[in-house]
């Protein structure tokens, strides 16, 4: 298989100052939204990498985690000092995510490329579903204060996971329990498989999932993935790096990139509402999702669909 630079799958990648305006612009505005939506930005420099670039999936999602890493550190502690992040949780989670990240590292190198793209596209479609659904959530919630009143399990009481953050878009203080420890360890191991396999660091899934199972704020559940995300990263990235498979020409402009795009989210994410951040995260779902099983499609049937651009 040859990519887009005439090179063979598996060698150094030669790119032109254009395609490091592109990589760092891309990477920019992956960033840009994962801080926003704290996942990453993962999620858009895999389909950059593999359907603009037209890279092997496998150098991607290689490349791709060590972008999550750059945009985790950017985003990661900006949440921090703004108090929204929980780190207890954070903490709890992050356990259960860096087991499957290894699992996830180590299947990635026997899967083939169009399998990989057609789980990315279905990953996609449930977290556009689920953001789509839950969409109102938070308003709901806030308006009627039942994040402070939720019954908590167990394991969430004897680990004294609550908290409070100040919301800026709804001009109050926010106070929640955290419920549900189980299922949130459950979808931390899964999210740390799909971010090994994906490179996608994983907080598509946990953001999701803290939110609808476990009682948490969207922005934080966001802002404490934002800080999970780069351990789990980190992880991963390493199987990769004893694989041989990471091409370090096309770190710098992706890291350089994310980490400036993942600073202008920080500072936009507690003014935007919820519900918007959630609507915007669907529509590019859908879009990804649809063009990474036209590019499966293509890779393993020679089936060719129209692109939306």
């Not at 989670?93 to 169009?114: C, K, M, P, R």
């Not at 991963?236 to 096309?250: D, M, R, T, Y």
């Not at 890291?255 to 951040?277: D, E, F, K, Q, W």
Request: proline share 2%; aromatic share 8%.
């Amino acid at each position: 298989m040859r990519d887009s630079y005439g090179k063979k799958e598996g060698t150094i990648v030669t790119y032109t100052a254009s395609t490091v305006a592109a990589l760092f612009a891309g990477a920019s505005v992956a960033g840009f939204f994962g801080a926003l939506l704290g996942i990453g930005g993962g999620l858009f420099i895999v389909p950059l990498l593999v359907l603009v670039l037209h890279l092997p999936m496998k150098t991607a999602v290689a490349a791709s985690l060590i972008a999550v890493i750059a945009t985790s550190n950017a985003g990661g502690s900006k949440y921090v000092d703004q108090r929204i992040t929980n780190l207890r949780l954070a903490m709890f989670l992050e356990i259960f995510t860096t087991v499957g990240a290894i699992a996830g590292s180590i299947l990635a190198l026997y899967l083939q490329d169009w399998i990989m793209l057609l789980i990315f596209a279905a990953l996609l479609i449930n977290m556009a579903w689920n953001s789509f659904a839950t969409r109102k959530l938070d308003d709901r919630r806030i308006a009627a204060g039942t994040f402070a009143t939720a019954e908590q399990d167990s394991i969430c009481r004897k680990l004294r996971l609550r908290g409070q953050y100040y919301d800026q878009s709804a001009g109050r203080t926010v106070d929640y329990v955290v419920t549900g420890a189980r299922t949130g360890a459950i979808v931390s191991l899964l999210a740390g498989i799909a971010s090994g396999l994906l490179g996608i660091g994983g907080g598509v899934l946990k953001v999701s999932a803290m939110n609808r199972h476990m009682n948490i704020p969207m922005k934080v559940a966001a802002a404490t993935s934002k800080l999970m995300i780069g351990i789990t990263a980190a992880v991963g990235s390493l199987v990769f790096f004893i694989a041989g498979v990471i091409q370090f020409g096309l770190i710098g402009p992706i890291a350089i990139g994310t980490t400036c795009g993942a600073t202008a989210g920080t500072m936009v994410m507690n003014r935007v509402s919820s519900a918007l951040l959630k609507k915007t995260l669907t529509v590019l779902m859908i879009y990804m999702a649809y063009s990474m099983v036209v590019k499966a499609l293509q890779i393993r049937f020679g089936i060719v669909l129209p692109h939306l651009g």
